[in-house]
Structure formats: structure tokens, C-alpha cells
T-cell receptor, first 108, second 115 residues
Framework: GQSLEQPSEVTAVEGAIVQINCTYQTSGFYGLSWYQQHDGGAPTFLSYNALDGLEETGRFSSFLSRSDSYGYLLLQELQMKDSASYFCAAYNFNKFYFGSGTKLNVKP | EAGVTQFPSHSVIEKGQTVTLRCDPISGHDNLYWYRRVMGKEIKFLLHFVKESKQDESGMPNNRFLAERTGGTYSTLKVQPAELEDSGVYFC?????????????FGPGTRLTVT
């Protein structure tokens, strides 16, 4: 079957760095995406890794290791507005398989 | 450019009733997806349209769910008859070329409550 595992909740303070891990088990894996969802809102795309390594987009970076079936999202210089749920999603040609989401709480 | 829109935003119905959810994708996006999230769990794939054709409907729970995409534009998802376990948030997403950047544009979702 297809499964993605990520921590259910993470807490960090404003200005800190936090890493959200994702391990996956899927067939036909093409790449790993990350999405952010604020309460009641639409999931919004953050990043995508098709190849091994680090992708950087401003304060956010995402990493993928295909050999370890593992990826992470790194958020730097945390701001209060980063409090949200973060989902990893494995892309399998036709569709995405999502994890259960990690709720990030940023405290002052 | 308008984003993905969904209607209604909330729906409360009784078990046994019928509900139809609507999704309007971003104009020009051939790929349209339906997902469902039950509280606290993963966002689960339901089906994928390419234009008006169902590319993959392996995630549809059972034959009480029927999705259509007339003319390759908007899509509807009908649940008939609704059961308690159908409660959740139904998301629609669209994209142009899904594989290239792993990016989809999501709508705000329809929160369905079956009582």
C-alpha cells in the first residue's frame, strides 16, 4: 500500500528553525511535494523535489533522499504566520498520496 | 486569475439524503482532482479527471459517489445516499501539467457533515 508518515504536531518559537520529516512508502514514486494549510483554508503548494538534494525557496527548504524514502521541510526564521498544518505528498504519475499533516505551533 | 472555487463551503445533511458538491478549476487546467480529508487524517485521493475523462477513480469509496466533469470545465461530486462516514472536508484541486513540478492548486474545500 501507500503510506506517508510525518509527526502529528511540532512546537517552536518565533525566529527558530524547525524541520518536519516525512517518510514514505509508495510504488511508482516520482517526487515529493509539500503543502501548507492554515485552519479553514486551502492547502497551498510550497515545494517539490523530484531529485535527491535540497531545494530552497526563501525561508523554506525541502530535502529528498530517494534511497532512504525520506524527505523533510525546513522552515527558518519562524514567524507567527507560519503556524499551520504542513503536508507531505508523494507524486505517483496520476495522483498524490498525502500524509496526515504536521500541525506547527509557533510561539512568541 | 481566479483560483479554484468550490460550492457550497458547508453542507449539513441527514443520513440518506443526497448532496452535490461543485468545483470550478482554474481556467485552462485540464487536470482536476477530488480529495477528502476526514478529521485529523490524511488528505485522501478520490479521483482524477483529464478534461472530461476519468483518468483514475481508484480512490472513490463506493458506488454511492459519482463524479462528473461536463465539457471538461467544472466538476460535480454527488453522494447518494449519504452515510455518516462520508462526513469530512472535500477538496478539489487543478493543475496544468501535474508531473512537472508536483504542484496543484487547491480550492478551499466543502465541509460536509452527515447527521
Amino acid at each position: 500500500g501507500q503510506s506517508l508518515e510525518q509527526p502529528s504536531e511540532v512546537t517552536a518559537v518565533e525566529g527558530a528553525i524547525v524541520q518536519i520529516n516525512c517518510t514514505y512508502q509508495t510504488s511508482g514514486f516520482y517526487g515529493l511535494s509539500w503543502y501548507q494549510q492554515h485552519d479553514g483554508g486551502a492547502p497551498t503548494f510550497l515545494s517539490y523535489n523530484a531529485l535527491d538534494g535540497l531545494e530552497e525557496t526563501g525561508r523554506f527548504s525541502s530535502f529528498l533522499s530517494r534511497s532512504d524514502s525520506y524527505g523533510y521541510l525546513l522552515l527558518q526564521e519562524l514567524q507567527m504566520k507560519d503556524s499551520a498544518s504542513y503536508f507531505c505528498a508523494a507524486y505517483n504519475f496520476n495522483k498524490f498520496y498525502f500524509g496526515s499533516g504536521t500541525k506547527l505551533n509557533v510561539k512568541p | 486569475e481566479a483560483g479554484v472555487t468550490q460550492f457550497p463551503s458547508h453542507s449539513v445533511i441527514e443520513k440518506g439524503q443526497t448532496v452535490t458538491l461543485r468545483c470550478d478549476p482554474i481556467s485552462g487546467h485540464d487536470n482536476l482532482y477530488w480529495y477528502r480529508r476526514v478529521m485529523g487524517k490524511e488528505i485522501k485521493f478520490l479521483l482524477h479527471f483529464v478534461k472530461e475523462s476519468k483518468q483514475d477513480e481508484s480512490g472513490m469509496p463506493n458506488n454511492r459517489f459519482l463524479a462528473e466533469r461536463t465539457g471538461g470545465t467544472y466538476s460535480t461530486l454527488k453522494v447518494q445516499p449519504a452515510e455518516l462516514e462520508d462526513s469530512g472536508v472535500y477538496f478539489c484541486a487543478s493543475s496544468q501539467v501535474p508531473g512537472m513540478r508536483g504542484e496543484q492548486y487547491f480550492g478551499p474545500g466543502t465541509r460536509l457533515t452527515v447527521t
